[in-house]
């Protein structure tokens, strides 16, 4: 008899974004015309830059013609995609082998996707407050999962000493969602334990440009040592506004091995295996955004989401609601105010001012009694939800 994966009974009933999207569709089915303001998920709102849009016209034009035809592309990704991406690092002085760069659809698939990887007896280490996803495509697994929770003592960007023991450990820097960026110093401290316990680190890069200060690590692969410890997991969708469009990458050194195996070996099956990688379309778009132009064009969007940020501190410094993130992050993560309770103060919002941030608690208990707030909204929206911010919590 076929037994369905038990494992998914472990799982909360429902997705932290999915809970979200249906109170604020319930709210606005019993509100019509309300105009609610998104600063919840992290979904970027300017469309795609110019640079990638034409390389996205050329390519389908080449679709068109039997001379520039393609048909299925390499599995693991272009030629031309995987130096797009070494290019990009070798500017920060990170060298990488094009066989080290694959190709993906964003980094949510993937985060889950690399635990093929491993053995199901491995046990995940899970820094909390963190994204969600790591959690639950762990529980579908059935693995043992670690809770390491961080907090305001400790900047939320805890160290690792000699009681953490697990095998596989995720670490987002710039954090989602607290916006906390490791030093290279800290980093290095992970790179040490990792490769001291032959624990492998899954390195969450996807709000890397978002750095401001050059002092901080982009990639784990700026630290001495992770090449032998460190698979790092990136997506175009924050960088270059791919929310919608699909393209990431994800890199394993040639010198990671565990057991006796070549992780980046067996990356190469499992993809050749399972995907047929991604469109030649979208890669020669997302190859796009690595040229010059490409890049001053993706800054500038970002220069746009980094003033909605400024714009949100400054409501939340008018109000003396501590805060952290925003610089050298897209999230804004603050204390809920007057002692409620992360899902109080989400519906709080939602119906007082119609806004619609993210409940901290969603991102592990740890982050009960903090809230989060996306600066990836319209302009307009977030400068209105500034307003109202103010208008509903200044004391009066
Ligand atoms: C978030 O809001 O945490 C992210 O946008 C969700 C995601 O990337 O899937």
Request: charged residues 25%; negative net charge; proline residues 4%.
């Amino acid at each position: 008899m076929l037994k369905p994966n038990t494992n998914y009974n472990n799982l909360k009933d429902s997705y932290l974004f999915y809970r979200i999207s249906q109170k604020v569709a319930k709210y606005l089915d019993e509100h019509k015309g309300s105009r609610v303001l998104r600063l919840g998920i992290g979904d970027v709102s300017l469309p795609l830059c110019k640079t990638v849009i034409d390389a996205l016209h050329k390519a389908v034009d080449d679709q068109a013609n039997k001379s520039t035809f393609h048909g299925y592309m390499p599995e693991c990704g272009a030629d031309f995609f995987k130096k797009a991406v070494a290019g990009y690092y070798e500017k920060r002085g990170v060298k990488l082998l094009e066989d080290e760069v694959f190709v993906s659809s964003g980094a949510s698939d993937e985060l889950g996707d690399i635990l093929d990887l491993f053995d199901k007896s491995d046990s995940v280490l899970v820094i909390e407050p963190a994204y969600p996803a790591y959690v639950d495509a762990n529980v579908m697994v059935g693995r043992e999962i670690l809770h390491l929770s961080s907090g305001k003592e400790n900047g939320f960007l805890p160290l690792p000493d000699e009681s953490v023991k697990a095998d596989l450990v995720y670490i987002c820097s710039p954090n989602n969602p607290t916006g906390a960026v490791f030093d290279k110093q800290s980093l290095k401290k992970w790179v040490d334990w990792a490769n001291a316990r032959g624990a492998v680190i899954l390195f969450d890069a996807a709000y890397e440009a978002f750095i401001e200060d050059d002092t901080l690590p982009h990639s784990i692969f700026q630290i001495d040592g992770a090449r032998t410890c460190a698979i790092e997991i990136c997506s175009l969708s924050k960088t270059a506004g791919f929310t919608g469009t699909r393209c990431g990458y994800t890199v394993i050194p040639k010198e990671l091995e565990r057991g006796g195996m070549n992780l980046n070996a067996m990356w190469v099956r499992n993809r050749t295996t399972k995907t047929n990688g991604v469109s030649y379309i979208l890669q020669r778009g997302a190859a796009a955004v690595f040229t010059d132009e490409g890049l001053k064009e993706i800054y500038e969007n970002i220069a746009i989401y980094k003033q909605n940020a400024k714009c949100i501190m400054a409501a939340l410094d008018k109000l003396g609601i501590w805060y952290c993130g925003g610089k050298n992050a897209p999230y804004i993560w603050l204390k809920c105010p007057k002692g409620m309770s992360s899902w109080e103060f989400f519906d709080y919002l939602l119906d007082k001012a119609q806004i619609v941030g993210t409940p901290g608690e969603g991102f592990g208990s740890c982050g009960e009694g903090y809230f989060r707030f996306s600066t990836f909204g319209s302009v307009e929206d977030t400068k209105e939800a500034a307003r109202r911010l103010v208008e509903l919590l200044q004391d009066k």
